[in-house]
T-cell receptor, first 112, second 113 residues
Framework: NAGVTQTPKFQVLKTGQSMTLQCAQD?????MSWYRQDPGMGLRLIHY???????DQGEVPNGYNVSRSTTEDFPLRLLSAAPSQTSVYFC???????????FGNGTRLTVT | SQQGEEDPQALSIQEGENATMNCSYK?????LQWYRQNSGRGLVHLIL?????REKHSGRLRVTLDTSKKSSSLLITASRAADTASYFC?????????????FGEGTQLTVNP
């Protein structure tokens, strides 16, 4: 199994541009989530999904959209990038409630 | 706001020594998890302790949980240079819309050879 795969690994955007961060998992996990990691702030939950067709907001959802059309994929969309969205983004999935999260290797995004 | 707070923020020790990291949290939890992150990589799960457990072991790792004090500790015994990484605790609370993990800011551990 590849686990959780994120693309791209690096991305530079100009303010106002849009883009989609891709996340795919091959473990048949119902739960998928997006976190951003900033220095001194740990990981903060952006959006999560408990199954195909179901999404919900996390702690810092503003400026981001998600959809979950399949169990495998959970893309994160930045509609109009802002410098405050410069961060490292991690996608993670898990099985049951007491199961650990499996993380991708992250996307490092810089918005200029 | 972050649920878990790790202490210390940074820890530097010599190879062979033990490393202890602490995590405090504010609300009730269903379980608490510890993760490790090597530089430039995603987090990797180390150990999960349920709210009704007090201590758990996995290899050189020992985790304790004190729900009355809302705190947990991670002990790494006989540390190695390869243990150099950031360590995060994550609290888990089950709700009507599923379970949510909330991470602390992490402890940066450096093990000097």
């Amino acid at each position: 199994n590849a686990g959780v795969t994120q693309t791209p690994k690096f991305q530079v955007l100009k303010t106002g541009q849009s883009m989609t961060l891709q996340c795919a998992q091959d473990m048949n996990h119902e739960y998928m989530s997006w976190y951003r990691q900033d220095p001194g702030m740990g990981l903060r939950l952006i959006h999560y999904s408990v199954g195909a067709g179901i999404t919900d907001q996390g702690e810092v959802p503003n400026g981001y959209n998600v959809s979950r059309s399949t169990t495998e994929d959970f893309p994160l969309r930045l509609l109009s990038a802002a410098p405050s969205q410069t961060s490292v983004y991690f996608c993670a999935s898990r099985g049951g409630y007491n199961s650990p999260l499996h993380f991708g290797n992250g996307t490092r995004l810089t918005v200029t | 706001s972050q649920q878990g707070e790790e202490d210390p923020q940074a820890l530097s020790i010599q190879e062979g020594e033990n490393a202890t990291m602490n995590c405090s949290y504010k609300t009730s939890i269903n379980n608490l998890q510890w993760y490790r992150q090597n530089s430039g990589r995603g987090l990797v799960h180390l150990i999960l302790i349920r709210s009704n457990e007090r201590e758990k072991h996995s290899g050189r790792l020992r985790v304790t949980l004190d729900t009355s004090k809302k705190s947990s500790s991670l002990l790494i015994t006989a540390s190695r240079a390869a243990d150099t990484a950031s360590y995060f605790c994550a609290t888990v609370l089950w709700g009507t819309s599923g379970s949510r993990l909330t991470f602390g800011e992490g402890t940066q551990l450096t093990v000097n050879p």
